[in-house]
């Protein structure tokens, strides 16, 4: 066979077309990213409903309770920002160390001041019993202590304190320390600007620590040298030379404190309202009209035994994919700036609109795109109009790394199917090529370059396609062994069949140019013309075995009565050759069959002919019909001599005799 063409391309292989078939694995990712797309989208929404939900809710509880809007007369002329000091309620004891571990809870609370641009300081006011405590922590790129035995207090950097007594009469304290370690305020006199206390407060103690950006302060205050009012000061001295204050910042001026920095104390039948709604993870504020706090609760990030790795893997596990994800998917993460942490006044468009009567909810990234927020505001309302809004804020971090969870277990799923039914595919396809290549080679192996058949196909025993492709491939060579088996015999046989009858006649064609015998010539004459009639004979015998296959191909097939047609030709036998005696055994019934009658008839005349041919003088010939299950046997026999030793496979075939 032609095996000129050579190794086949690669993307020709049926290894390489099912790898390709394998790739529509990837519209199941697709599909389960546009679902997921779908469900994220449902989420959001079920989000927004929920906090508005709760906003309106809180809303309900709130109204008709006008008088928990009210912070006094004074708030209501619209104070500035600074104009209020939260104090927030505290479940540990403080240790007075200048560190905030025991801050922690509550460091998310932390007031920015100025609240807008770089900060100065943070701070926290916090009550526990009958104690106020106040986390300062200042920045300061340098630290000037005051020199040893220096009494005056605005030589050194310095915090200061203004309170209102409960009596009403104003008090300032001032903080500074020649070192790091435990203080005490000085009073100061509010009569002047006399730089030089008047006296130890022993009763305001504190810590002052260092740290890399400046300095903590932590001081314990009693709640009765403190009435509704406070400010802060922090007062910043850099040339250890001149001693000047460099800058000063304050909550309030001193001038104002009476009618601003007003303590606010949580409410707590307003505590407890928003207390009840709380969510997991979801700050809810209540604000009065003009934008001021008045409760919160809750926080955005979670507590810090709360807080776990936001990734797209729980932790212990680990995913060569993670690395890839982080690059591609958007991250959560809890550590990001919360803008609204500690403000004392909130400004947003869903706020403004809440207090114009409107609920609305806004979706806002972070100051730093770490963290989207989702915030909902629903006005509160009484008999005298709108008094102020509800404010309900929660994250999105939930709702990203469930949709990052699922699509890495999506994409890892069906990265996994897809190998394995790659790789199932790939050995498929490989032993498929393999069973075909041997197929190739072993009918390669058969066939010589000039068409020889040189060996036998062994079939296949597989019960599948390529079983029955070498199945037929085993067929088709052994007709073709056959075939070019006879035309190879056909030359000897042909001149094994013509030999006799050439020679004879070309003998009495010699010996009739020899001989003037009249008597002797016509018998010569005569014997040329018989082997000149057993030439023709034997063309006829060759183009009647032709006739006879395409009759053969070409005859339909009827449904006739086979023991009939063996009775009838019997009878016919007998009128032909009278001489013979013939005996038929066949069943009385009709025995149906589906075949060509003409052709049985045919092949039943030549069986004849051959047995009256060969039979023993005075013998009989018998004809019978023999049915089973699974088969009809047509016999004819007859008694006469036995056909020579390796004959019996080739009497059928075509230009076989054994006549003498």
Known sequence: MDSSAGTPSPFHSIRFKLLLVSLTLLVIPWAGYRYIQETESFLRQSQESMLLGTAQAVAAILHNHEDMFTLGAALDKGDEIESILYVHPMDTNIQLDGYTEEWQAYLQNLSRYPEQGEAVFEYLLGERGSYLYLLLKVRDDRILYQQPGERRMDRSDFIELAVVNPDGNLAIYRIASSSPGWVNAKRMSTKNKDPYPISTEVRIQGEWQERDDGYTLELRIPRYLVGEHMALRVADVDDPVSRKIESSISTTPIEQIGTSGRLIRPNPEMARVIGGLEHENARIWVLDRYHRVLARRGHLRPADEEQHSNTLIDAGIQSILHPLFRLVLDQSSDHFIDEFAGRSRLQGSEIKAALAGTPQTRRHATPDHKAMILSSAWPVRSPDGIVGTVLVEQSTNQILSLQNNALERL??????????????????????????????????????????????????????????????????????????????????????????????????????????????????????????????????????????????????????????????????????????????????????????????????????????????????????????????????????????????????????????
């Open 411 to 660: 994409f890892g799923i069906t990265l996994i199917l897809f190998v394995i039914t790659s790789l199932g595919l790939l050995g498929f396809a490989t032993l498929l090529t393999d069973r075909i290549r041997r197929l190739h080679h072993q009918v390669e192996a058969a066939v010589t370059p000039d068409g020889r058949i040189q060996g036998e196909l062994n079939p296949s025993k597989s019960k599948n396609e390529i079983g029955d492709l070498g199945r037929s491939f085993s067929s088709v060579l052994n007709r073709l062994s056959e075939y070019n088996h006879y035309l190879e015999a056909m030359s000897s046989r042909l001149a094994h069949e013509l030999r006799t009858p050439l020679t004879i006649v070309k003998s009495s064609l010699e010996i009739l140019e020899t001989t003037s015998s009249s008597g002797e010539q016509q018998r010569y004459v005569t014997r040329a013309r018989e082997d000149t009639e057993r030439l023709g004979l034997i063309l006829h015998r060759m183009r009647e075995a032709t006739r006879l296959e395409q009759l053969l191909l070409q005859t339909e097939f009827e449904t006739f009565d086979l023991a009939n047609l063996v009775r009838v030709a019997t009878e016919s036998y007998r009128s032909a050759f009278p001489s013979i005696l013939f005996e038929v055994e066949v069943q009385s019934q009709a025995l149906l069959w589906k075949g060509a009658p003409d052709l049985i008839s045919q092949a039943l005349d030549k069986l004849v002919a051959n047995a009256v041919d060969f039979h023993a003088p005075g013998s009989t010939i018998r004809l019978q019909l023999k049915t089973d299950p699974k088969q009809i046997n047509l016999e004819i026999i007859n008694q006469g001599t036995s056909l020579p030793d390796g004959m019996k496979n080739e009497l059928f075939k075509s230009m076989i005799s054994i006549r003498q």
